[in-house]
């Protein structure tokens, strides 16, 4: 099993929690960021493929170990955040993955903070996503993240109940694995019989409505400077439709040129990071980013 720690970083406001596989490999890290209702957890399939890589992966504001600190919960705030994590750990530079929303908070770190990106990797997350047509910007965080949302706002009598809850996710449910479990279990937060998700409802509601590309995030895509590889899910949150469409990400590649993009197969959006089918689709985009060229055969 890959070695792992806990381990927190000063930012403003309190402690960062941080997860960290293969602490002590050298090389360049990766910093892996979870989605908008996620915790590091999230990366746990992704980290034990990639043993012999450093991966950093920490909890977001508002979300897991991290959920009790404080405001602003903003993308930019999650980025400079994400910097004083690298700080932390003595680390100058790192190959940036993000899966979901934590693809866009890369987005921002890589625009903020230059020098501490050497690459970008987007899971299924990164490029803005259109509102839901005719839905008031005060629903659209219910309307885009569904059941994912809906748990916040509920207490569960048990972990047995909580489980049941994610069981009946119908783009994880089918898929249930050890490390879903491990995932669901670690965000329950509170004492029995009033359970809860870890993940902040106001900090969620937040980056639900930056993800449109407003607020100067798509000038800050396009003015980028660093590799970017982005993954499409073909399927979306609730196991249905994409997240985002070919054209949209056909889009997104013309006017981002140093974008490559790859399709993932027979995957929804939380199961391309948090099945080992996903995470073999993955780890290729990954790992010959974090290979020592002196050890690449020949």
């Keep these: 099993m890959t070695a792992y720690a806990r381990v927190t970083a000063p930012v403003d406001g309190g402690e960062l929690a941080v997860g960290v596989w293969s ?4 090389g360049t890290p990766i910093l892996a960021v979870h989605g908008i209702t996620a915790s590091h957890r999230a990366w746990l399939l992704a980290a034990e493929a990639l043993g012999g890589t450093r991966i950093i992966a920490p909890d977001l504001r508002g979300r897991g170990r991290s959920s009790g600190l404080p405001g602003p919960f903003g993308l930019e705030q999650h980025a400079d955040d994400l910097e004083r994590v690298l700080d932390a750990l003595g680390v100058e530079r790192a190959v940036v ?3 979901s929303m934590g693809a866009f908070v890369a987005v921002r770190l890589a625009e903020r903070h230059p020098e501490r990106v050497d690459r970008l990797v987007l899971v299924d997350g990164g490029l803005p996503i259109a509102p839901p047509v005719g839905v008031a910007a005060e ?3 219910a309307v885009v993240l569904g059941p994912a949302l809906e748990r916040l706002g509920m207490r569960f009598s048990s972990p047995e109940e909580y489980e049941a809850f994610w069981r009946r996710h119908p783009a994880i449910g089918p898929w249930w694995n050890p490390a879903i479990a491990d995932y669901v279990a670690y965000d329950l937060a509170g004492e029995a019989p009033a359970l809860r998700s870890s993940a902040d409802a106001e900090a969620v509601s937040v980056n639900a409505l930056e993800l449109d590309g407003s607020a100067g995030y798509a000038d800050a895509l396009t003015g980028l400077d660093v590799p970017i590889d982005f993954l ?4 979306g949150l609730l196991d249905g439709a994409a997240l985002y469409e070919p054209a949209v990400v056909a889009e997104w590649r013309e006017r981002l040129p140093g974008m490559r993009t790859h399709e993932a197969h027979d995957v929804n959006h939380y199961t391309i990071v948090m099945t ?6 993955v780890v290729p985009l990954l790992k010959p980013l974090v290979t020592d060229p002196k050890e690449t055969p020949a």
């Design 97 to 99: 993955a993000g899966h």
């Design 139 to 141: 629903d659209v965080p």
């Design 276 to 281: 080992d089918a996903g995470v073999r689709q």
């Design 23 to 26: 602490p002590d490999a050298g």
């Design 232 to 235: 499409r899910a073909p399927r």
